[in-house]
């Protein structure tokens, strides 16, 4: 199947059903000006909630469509540690947090390691999101379970309590000032003997990482591959720079580059961090893995 032509021929007007192709401007800006909202025909557009979108700069714009298929193989090789502290949290006093969601290999983890746990996801991403909100409404149990969110998450509005939260390969993306936040936060939320499992991805400390593959994914006849190699930029932070390619035999479909900054973050520091809020920090599963428990502390 060949990619579609671009349409090139002259612009299209957008009618309205019965009426003319345009509108008094008068009109239209009265609408503005008083409500922020622009009806025509069956169209309705809310501008003021089209600048809250504008003003999200989405990091996984042009990433977002190879994510998912690429992080499968990180949960193919840590998932059972992640279900195994899962099993731990208090699932029936409070609804569970998927932070940072992506395309929902956590919340699927989530659901099934505990059948009856109510699950809230949050992502921020519309490209991820919208893998994460097909998937669930696809699963008749799934939807009935799991609500989508999608605010960052120091701006959604979490249940007043949590059993437990689950945030991989998310820390990173935070600042100092952030976390600190974001631990007097669910310092606040975790019910008793609830707690968050976070994951510590190398490098901990700012280094520079050489360019290395990260991932291999064959659909059909095309072949995906991710590469990865990150730098310091200043302070805690290093700057990683992602190639993404798509073949299909010999033929290269496309190439894309994703370059974002990334705290890095220690066991040491985290567990200083935590601490600070009363809460405790503990190592679990495979040292490879990076998987840290924070808990209300006894």
């Known amino acids: 199947m060949t990619e579609p032509a671009p349409w090139s021929g002259e612009p299209r007007q957008i009618r309205s059903r019965g009426g003319s192709s ?124 799991v609500t989508v969110d999608g605010d960052d998450l120091l701006s959604a509005r979490l249940p007043d309590r949590l059993g437990g939260v689950v945030a991989a390969n998310l820390i990173g993306h935070f600042a100092p000032e952030e976390r600190d936040r974001l631990w007097r936060d669910l310092a606040g939320r975790l019910v008793p003997g609830g707690f968050a499992l976070v994951n510590l991805a190398p490098p901990v400390e700012p280094a520079r990482v050489e360019r290395a593959p990260m991932s291999r994914v064959e659909v059909g006849s095309r072949t995906y591959l991710g590469w990865a190699e990150a730098e310091p930029a200043g302070g805690d932070r290093i700057t990683w720079h992602m190639t993404y390619e798509v073949h299909e035999g010999d033929r290269l479909v496309s190439r894309d580059e994703v370059h974002y900054d990334w705290w890095t973050l220690t066991a040491r520091r985290l567990a200083a961090e ?25």
Request: without cysteine.
């Open 22 to 145: 345009s509108a008094n401007l008068a009109d239209v800006l009265e609408r503005v000006l008083d409500k922020g909202v622009v009806i025509a025909g069956d169209i309705k557009i809310n501008l003021l909630d089209m600048s809250a979108v504008a003003d999200y700069a989405d990091p996984y714009a042009v990433s977002g469509q190879f994510i998912d298929i690429m992080i499968a193989g990180w949960w193919s090789h840590f998932g059972g540690a992640v279900a195994e502290a899962v099993r731990a949290m208090p699932a029936g006093d409070a609804p569970l947090l998927d932070a940072g969601a992506g395309g929902g290999w956590g919340t699927r983890l989530l659901a099934r390691t505990l059948p009856s746990a109510r699950i809230l996801a949050v992502e921020p991403s519309p490209v991820l999101r919208a893998v994460l909100l097909s998937r669930i409404a696809a699963d008749d149990d799934l939807r009935t379970r």
């Open 274 to 298: 935590t601490a600070a809020h009363g809460l405790t920090t503990q190592p679990h599963g495979p040292t490879e893995a990076g998987l840290f428990t924070v808990a209300t502390s006894p």
